[in-house]
């Protein structure tokens, strides 16, 4: 699976940004997918993850009630919707798609990465 990431950008603190996902050649439809993000001279972090169906999400703590993750259904295809971003939501951001059917919040959990996005909140 070949993933696509697009829609980072540079936002004000407070500010909106969607992200978007699309998967290519080798379906991911059955698979969960997840985002992850990395700041500089961080590890990588979970941020969402969702089932195959985009019946159960999942969240990190710290995007709870502010991100939203999303899919369409029988496609390879995940959003994320970010609001009231904040300068610590600075990072690149990938997206992949997990092993199983459900997502996960380890990194080990993922097969297929993207080549990221890169969001800037600027404060």
């Known amino acids: 699976v070949q993933l696509q990431a697009s829609g980072g950008g540079l936002v004000q603190t407070g500010g909106s940004l969607g992200l978007s996902c699309t998967g290519s050649?080798?379906?991911?439809?059955?698979?969960?997918m997840g985002w992850f993000r990395q700041a500089p001279g961080k590890e990588r972090e979970f941020v969402a993850g969702?089932?195959?169906?985009?019946?159960?999400?999942i969240y990190a703590d710290s995007v709870k009630g502010r991100f939203t993750i999303s899919r369409d259904y029988g496609k390879s295809t995940i959003y994320l919707q970010m609001s009231s971003l904040e300068p610590e939501d600075t990072a690149v951001y990938y997206c992949?798609?997990?092993?199983?059917?459900?997502?996960?919040?380890?990194?080990?959990?993922?097969?297929?990465w993207g080549q990221g996005t890169l969001v800037t909140v600027s404060s």
């Open positions: 050649g080798r379906t991911a439809s059955n698979n969960g």
């Open positions: 969702i089932s195959w169906r985009g019946s159960t999400m």
């Open positions: 992949a798609v997990a092993l199983s059917a459900v997502s996960t919040r380890d990194v080990r959990g993922y097969r297929y």
